[in-house]
């Protein structure tokens, strides 16, 4: 940790150069710099990639919630708008605007570095783009992209088709992995400042292809994409370098009991930096239907997932409020499974954005479905995506096995009659705490997992949000631009119809 990552928010480059110690050391406006250099910028960008992720009511945290992974101990009224579904232009919109304004403008200054000395750092920032363009378009669908990120030349940018975007996300990551490999030798190759891979580009070209698996198994429920797919992964197959082999996290120098400097969940979500519990931490715990899935199915990841009270597992069915039952006080947060220690690990952990597990399983889905003709078998993949989940949350892999080796449907490949169903419901379990907002795509999908209860103060008959909405400040800075909103209930992401 000697050298805490140097995160001095970009830039007023001579006080940064003169006085910054870390990278978490925020001192000056990250959007108004006067001078660039990429090794400051790029950290800034993966700092608020972390965030945007990890945070309370972060792009996971709406996962957790949307896949009744979550629920709200006695005492609190925290989640009121997530149990009642209330989806409107006010709802989780840091999700737009924090990675506009904040996260794809750090990127974008890399993008636009001409000189081919910074070859590596365009490459990154083309990979992160895309990392956080698919993900808007499955929130929102329709989104700026072409006139996105020059609001001082473009104040209106229009929105782009959603499925045009995915496309040209592929044609990107493309050009990012060619751009890395024929970098000249003269180019600069980030160090520590780079807080995901420490500069192994060959990781950054493994990520990109991962990316690119993401995006292709999101529409392989789509009638007539058989073709592309099976065209786009044959090009994966021939660039070379293969697909992920750890976690993805970022950790730009994360430090325990430091003000600015804990990991964003540990902090928003566990313990402060006086090292005392959150009110987030207790206020946050498990339902009880996700206790008893695990349960049910002798799933030891459930002591990880879940902090265990002495008096044994107790969860809280999503939308259960103090005044609903004269027994809620057997629900305050000494009582009940808040997080658990298998997601937050420690103040300096990685933000993960990324899992291992995740990769195996959109892998086993393609080729399942026999989009993906080479490589390891669908049973394979599935059974290495169990194994990284196990060892994420600090299990064995030997554990893993044991626990697919039981005769269980959706637990066991060959007992599982029905593949898709035991693969997104195992990617539900192995995404829950970390990127949860995986799992509500695949549910809006696919349907599965399937029997996720509705909150209890629930009171419609539609099944939870298939999108967001555009946050309210479009509507007053870029009126004539933005879609008719589509239904948050019904109207599903183009990939999803």
């Not at 006080?329 to 899992?355: E, H, R, W």
């Not at 967001?468 to 990939?495: C, D, H, M, R």
Request: hydrophobic share 35%.
């Amino acid at each position: 940790m000697k050298s805490i990552i140097k995160f001095a928010i970009v830039l007023m480059v001579t006080g940064l150069l003169a006085s910054c110690e870390g990278y978490l050391d925020v001192n000056t406006d990250p959007n108004n710099p006067t001078s660039v250099t990429p090794d400051l910028v790029l950290p800034v960008g993966q700092y608020y990639t972390a965030q945007y992720h990890s945070q309370d009511r972060g792009l996971s945290h709406l996962g957790n919630m949307m896949m009744v992974n979550w629920s709200q101990s006695d005492g609190f009224s925290w989640y009121t708008d997530e149990f009642k579904y209330n989806v409107t232009s006010n709802f989780y919109t840091g999700v737009f605007n924090n990675t506009y304004a904040n996260t794809l403008k750090q990127y974008q200054i890399l993008f636009k570095l001409e000189d081919p000395k910074f070859s590596n750092y365009k490459a990154i920032a083309m990979i992160m783009k895309a990392f956080h363009f698919q993900q808007l378009v499955d929130c929102y669908g329709d989104v700026p992209y072409t006139e996105a990120l020059g609001r001082s030349l473009e104040a209106t940018p229009v929105y782009d088709d959603a499925q045009a975007i995915y496309e040209d996300l592929m044609v990107q990551l493309t050009a990012a992995i060619d751009l890395i490999k024929a970098a000249p030798a003269m180019a600069l190759v980030p160090g520590a400042d780079d807080a995901m891979f420490g500069g192994n580009m060959t990781d950054w070209i493994r990520f990109a292809n991962t990316l690119k698996v993401r995006i292709l198994t999101r529409q392989s429920s789509m009638s007539g994409r058989g073709t592309y797919i099976t065209a786009e992964l044959a090009k994966i197959a021939t660039e070379g370098h293969g697909y992920i082999t750890a976690d993805v996290g970022v950790n730009p120098g994360y430090i325990a009991l430091n003000t600015g400097k804990q990991n964003p969940m540990w902090n928003s979500l566990g313990w402060d930096e006086s090292g005392t519990k959150t009110m987030n931490y207790n206020a946050t715990c498990a339902t009880a239907y996700v206790l008893n899935y695990l349960s049910s199915t002798n799933d030891p990841r459930i002591d990880r997932l879940y902090e265990k009270p002495g008096t044994g597992h107790l969860g809280v069915p999503q939308g259960l409020l103090d005044y609903d039952t004269p027994v809620a006080d057997q629900y305050m947060p000494d009582k009940v499974s808040n997080i658990g220690p298998g997601i937050l690990k420690a103040a300096n952990m990685d933000a993960t954005i990324f899992t291992l597990a995740e990769a195996y399983f959109n892998l086993a889905e393609l080729r399942d479905k026999g989009l993906l003709t080479t490589g390891a078998t669908a049973q394979s993949l599935y059974e290495s995506g169990i194994t990284a989940s196990f060892t994420f949350l600090g299990l064995t892999a030997a554990q893993a096995t044991t626990y697919y080796s039981q005769s269980r449907d959706l637990v066991n490949w060959g007992n599982s009659p029905n593949k898709l169903k035991a693969i997104i419901t195992q990617k539900w379990i192995a995404t829950n705490g970390v990127t949860a907002e995986q799992s509500w795509f695949d549910y809006s999908r696919t349907g599965y997992p399937s029997g996720i209860p509705l909150p209890l103060n629930y009171n419609a008959t539609a099944d939870r949000p298939v999108r967001l909405f555009y946050p309210s400040n479009e509507y007053s800075s870029n009126g004539e631009n933005v879609p008719a909103q589509p239904n948050a209930f019904t109207e599903k992401i183009f990939w999803g119809k």
